[in-house]
């Protein structure tokens, strides 16, 4: 699950073999426009999502099913979650 375009792929510290295949995924599948609903965002290696100006992944929390926007951010309350409610 990402939403990368082929320029990020390049920032991203992988080996030369998926980075090959991470490149032609995003050729095909990358969406420059974020939803309509942000809730539904992907977050890990998407490309309007950075760190240190780089996509990135947790796979602890990808582990525990914590994919999209809406799993760490309340819209009730306006604000993110709370490591701890994470």
């Not at 990402?2 to 390049?10: A, M």
């Not at 080996?15 to 426009?33: G, H, M, P, T």
């Not at 290696?45 to 951010?73: G, Q, R």
């Amino acid at each position: 699950m990402l939403n990368i375009n082929t320029k990020e792929t390049e920032k991203l510290d992988i080996s030369l073999n998926l980075y090959k295949i991470l490149a032609a995924w995003s050729s095909l599948n990358f969406k420059e426009d974020i939803t309509i609903y942000f809730g539904k965002d992907i977050i890990w290696n998407n490309t309007n999502i950075k760190s240190n100006s780089k996509p990135f992944m947790f796979c602890a929390w990808l582990n525990k099913d914590i994919v999209f926007i809406e799993h760490i951010y309340d819209y009730r309350n306006k604000q993110f979650h709370s490591f701890n409610e994470i």
